[in-house]
């Protein structure tokens, strides 16, 4: 019999549409002529998926008793019995009722498959066993019923039912997915932006992992050894050297420029084991490697470019980073193409890119001590050593009278090339040594130090001459490059030092770190009142540092140096930094007076706003009060008992009016100046909300409930409960008639959610925060209401106990106010 193929419907999240998916194929199906049979759907209540149900052949469920509660499960033995073509099974991670014939209704579909019956199925990248840690850490929320990552891999097609975040929060606000009491919850919990943003990531990298495992099932079973650029594969290339960190972002800006894009750095060790690398830096470029989300592998080749290559190519790459080789052009010629340049040739049909490294690009100033290396001078005398003797025997085999003048002319080129290579002193004893050379083996009398010929020592002579000159003129050159090059490292040093500070930030730290690197010096530290600013040190000079010398930096910080003496030349631009160090310093102090001057900006803010409180919103229930007052000590006005009580009410509603103002106002000082008293304790928030209803006065009717049983949250009562009377009298405000508040209760994870729901106007989403600043009323003129300090103490109490407070929308209209807290241990 052959077997049924399964094709599952991957979705993010609930409510993407892959139940509504899978019966529009089964429609399609069963109208081309197939025999297609509903297994098990879920509606979950929902009409539009009721409506695709119709009309299509609907298996009846098997009732399960368990303990008293009878439970319905696909019918599994029905469904073989029937054998339809296409058998349509909804949620492929469900766990079946106890008494089932299998565990898990994934095993179901395996039965039914192995029936020969096709099966189209839906699931949730939640439901993946391998992603079950990551979506807890994602939303919180644990979930039990998972599916094998093989089972899922085996089926013969996955598709994935795709829809944008925000497209799903707007469904599930229309109420096209829970019902609408379970919406505002839903928005505000499991289906936050970022969670489904980020469950949606998942579900993409997972699929493409799955196709990716296809792709190489395919090129392996038809022999295709090629590259295919289904995707990005980048390989960096690591030495050990400090370089590798910035190849390792590189490479890791190229891989994410595509979806999917992967990252692997590679170190390769040659099999003797004695290729030069730092272990220290390869572990720290190791553990970079896995916060860029990369993996590292070191392999082991007698060749490293064709290592490199190999390994590049036994994981797919399209992409190959490697450092700018770091030896001279002389050292090139004479040990041939670089790691680099081999790796291009070798390298095919994969992009490498050669990364210019600031290792390369951060070295010390060219010292002008002298026009050439002592390496170059070496090379020189070995070259001379090595040339001259070879020369002398070679020209010695073919010697004859006529032979003189071009023995003469190879001698001088050989004088010239030595020269180049090691200037002026290799170039003198060279010449000198070719003229005896000369003289003794090529002149007659042949193997003496003896001239007979005046011409013969006229030419020597010249011949010294010549080779001195050029040697001469070649030492100049090099004088000439080293001083180019010295003028244009200092001109980028000025550039970068200049560019640090007019850049307006901290540039402290890259100056003292670029003056160390310039310099070549052992730490560079920058004191200011006694104290340790910043340091930049090399570890591995530091301990071979010579005696510290300092530099004073304005009147109160000093600059420390250790290592080498810096010569004069190097003086000049240690006076540029030294100005720009001060510079900075300077703004390093402008910018914490501005910030230790903020503070008294904002309470003088508050103070104005203050007075203008007191001068305006309290002169009204002050002047009622009064007013009623020198009314009942008046004694031309002769009043009845019932104006003396009208009278007393006005002066008690207008001084408890008074008495809320000031302690409004108290309480916002005790905020600013950070001496709020919090008692924190285990609160139930049923228990504050009927303290809050009974402090307004507000009946059964004024408000809907909707209290669930929750955790005590972590709070101090007096506190959230005033939050909570500032909040639902702002709520009964702006509620129209006919459409009271709502309170809802809601857990997430280690956190409770109190919801004040109403339908009023809202707010616009760029005005929310407004709200919560002291002194703000977003306009309103009504002046009866307080002085603006409501929000803005709300959110004081509710912050102080570990909390929070955040406007939301009301699906179809109207501002939500939900405050989070801590749940009770």
Known sequence: MTRGRLRVMLGAAPGVGKTFAMLEEGRRLSEAGRDVVVAVVETHGRAATSALVEGLDVLPRRAINHRGVSLDEMDLDALISRHPDLALVDELAHTNAPGSLHEKRWQDVEAILDAGIDVISTVNVQHIESLNDVVRQITGVVQRETIPDAALRGADQIELTDLAPQALRDRLGEGLVYPTARVDAALSNYFRLGN?????????????????????????????????????????????????????????????????GELFAVHVTTSDGLAEANPGALAAQRALVGTLGGSYHQVVGEQIPRALVDFARSVDATQLVVGVSRRSRLGTLVTGAGTSATVIREAGDIDVHIVSHSQAGSRALPTLGGALSMRRRIAGFALALIALPLLTLALSAVRS???????????????????????????????IAAGFLLDFYFVDPLFTITITEPLHLLALVIFVVVAVLVSVVVDQAARRSRSAARAAAESETLATIAGSVLGGQDALEALVSRLRESFGMASVTLRAHGDVLYAALDASAAANADAETSFPVGDHASLHLRGRELPASDRRILGAFLSQIETALTQRELRSEAEHMRPVAEADRLRTALLAAVGHDLRRPLAAATAAVTG?????????????????????????????????????????????????????????????????????????????????????????????????????RF???????????????????????????????????DVFVAFQRLGDVDNTTGVGLGLALSRGFVEAMGGSIDAEDTPGGGLTMVIDLPASA
Do not use: C, H
């Open 735 to 769: 509620s129209p008639i006919g459409s009271p508040p709502v309170i809802a209760t809601s857990e997430f994870g280690d956190r409770v959610q109190l919801r004040i729901i109403d339908s009023g106007p809202g707010i616009p989403a760029e005005r929310r925060e």
């Open 401 to 431: 009278d006529e032979s003189i003048t071009s023995d003469v002319l190879a001698f001088q080129l050989a004088v010239v090339v030595i020269a180049l290579v090691g200037g002026i002193w290799p170039a003198v004893v060279s010449a």
């Open 196 to 260: 489904l943003t980020a469950l949606r990531e998942l579900a993409l990298l997972w699929l493409a992992d799955e196709v990716d495992s296809a792709l190489k099932r395919y090129r392996a079973e038809q022999g295709i050894d090629g590259t295919w650029n289904a995707r990005e594969r980048v390989v960096v290339a690591l030495t050990g050297g400090r370089e590798g960190e910035t190849l390792l972002r590189r490479g890791a800006r190229i891989a994410s420029r595509s979806s999917g």
């Open 632 to 732: 009942l000590r008046s004694t031309e006005v002769d009043l009845s008992d019932a104006d003396r009580a009208e009278l007393l009410e006005a002066a008690e509603v207008s001084l408890d009016s008074l008495a809320d103002l000031v302690t409004q106002l108290l309480d916002a000082s005790r905020l600013q100046a950070g001496v709020l008293g919090v008692s924190l304790a285990a609160v139930a928030l049923d228990e504050v909300v009927i303290g809050a209803l009974d402090e307004i006065g507000l009946a059964p009717g004024d408000v809907e409930l909707e209290l669930r049983a929750m955790r005590p949250v972590e709070a101090d009562p007096v506190l959230l409960q005033r939050a909570v009377v500032n909040l639902l009298a702002n709520a009964l």
